[in-house]
T-cell receptor
C-alpha cells in the first residue's frame, strides 16, 4: 500500500525567502509522485509530477521537486517566495494497484508568506 | 478548454437528510473520481469510474453513499442518510485515461455541512 507523509502542517516564510515543503512516501512499487496546490475555496491544481526519467522536475510558478529514491522523498522547493504562493500544498503518490491506479494524498501543508 | 464543473458549491443539511452532488468532467475524459476531503486532511478517494463502469469503490461507505455515471459523462454522488461526520468537501476529478501517470484535473468542490 502507498502512503505519504508531509512534514509540517504549517510553514511560514518571508517574501523572497526559500520555500521548502517536505514530502516522504512509502510504496512497494515504483511510485509516480505529484504536488498539487489548493487555493481557498478552489479545487486542486497540479504543480508538477514525477513519472520516470530526470529526477529533478520543474513545475509551474517557479516550483521544482527532486525525487530521491534512497531517501523516499519528493520535497518541493521554490527559490524565492511570493505573496501569491500562500496556499495549501498536497503531495500525492500513485501506483498501479489491484483496482487500477490510485492517488493517495498527504495531509497537506499550509504555506504562509509574510511581507 | 472548460474545466471540471461541480454543483452545488455549498450545501447545508440536517443529519439523516439526503443530498446529491453533480459533476461534469472535462470533455473526452474517460476516468472520473470522487474524493472526500475532511478539514485538515488530504483528499481520500471514494470511487473511481472508467467510462460508466466502477473501477474502485473500496472506500465508499456503501450503506449510505451511492454514485453513478450515466452514459460515461456526468456523475452524481448521493448520501442517504447523512451523518455529522459526512461534513467535508467533495471533490470531483477527471483524467484522460486511468494510467498511473495520468494527471487528474479537479473541480472546485462541494462543501457539505451536516448539522
Amino acid at each position: 500500500a502507498q502512503s505519504v507523509t508531509q512534514l509540517g502542517s504549517h510553514v511560514s516564510v518571508s517574501e523572497g525567502a526559500l520555500v521548502l515543503l517536505r514530502c516522504n512516501y512509502s510504496s512497494s512499487v515504483p511510485p509516480y509522485l505529484f504536488w498539487y496546490v489548493q487555493y481557498p475555496n478552489q479545487g486542486l491544481q497540479l504543480l508538477l509530477k514525477y513519472t520516470t526519467g530526470a529526477t529533478l522536475v520543474k513545475g509551474i510558478n517557479g516550483f521544482e521537486a527532486e525525487f530521491k529514491k534512497s531517501e523516499t522523498s519528493f520535497h518541493l522547493t521554490k527559490p524565492s517566495a511570493h505573496m501569491s504562493d500562500a496556499a495549501e500544498y498536497f503531495c500525492a503518490v500513485s501506483a498501479l494497484g489491484f483496482y487500477g491506479n490510485k492517488l493517495v494524498f498527504g495531509a497537506g501543508t499550509i504555506l504562509r508568506v509574510k511581507s | 478548454e472548460a474545466g471540471v464543473a461541480q454543483s452545488p458549491r455549498y450545501k447545508i443539511i440536517e443529519k439523516r437528510q439526503s443530498v446529491a452532488f453533480w459533476c461534469n468532467p472535462i470533455s473526452g475524459h474517460a476516468t472520473l473520481y470522487w474524493y472526500q476531503q475532511i478539514l485538515g486532511q488530504g483528499p481520500k478517494l471514494l470511487i473511481q469510474f472508467q467510462n460508466n463502469g466502477v473501477v474502485d469503490d473500496s472506500q465508499l461507505p456503501k450503506d449510505r453513499f451511492s454514485a453513478e455515471r450515466l452514459k460515461g459523462v456526468d456523475s452524481t454522488l448521493k448520501i442517504q442518510p447523512a451523518k455529522l461526520e459526512d461534513s467535508a468537501v467533495y471533490l470531483c476529478a477527471s483524467s484522460l485515461a486511468s494510467g498511473v501517470a495520468d494527471t487528474q484535473y479537479f473541480g472546485p468542490g462541494t462543501r457539505l455541512t451536516v448539522l
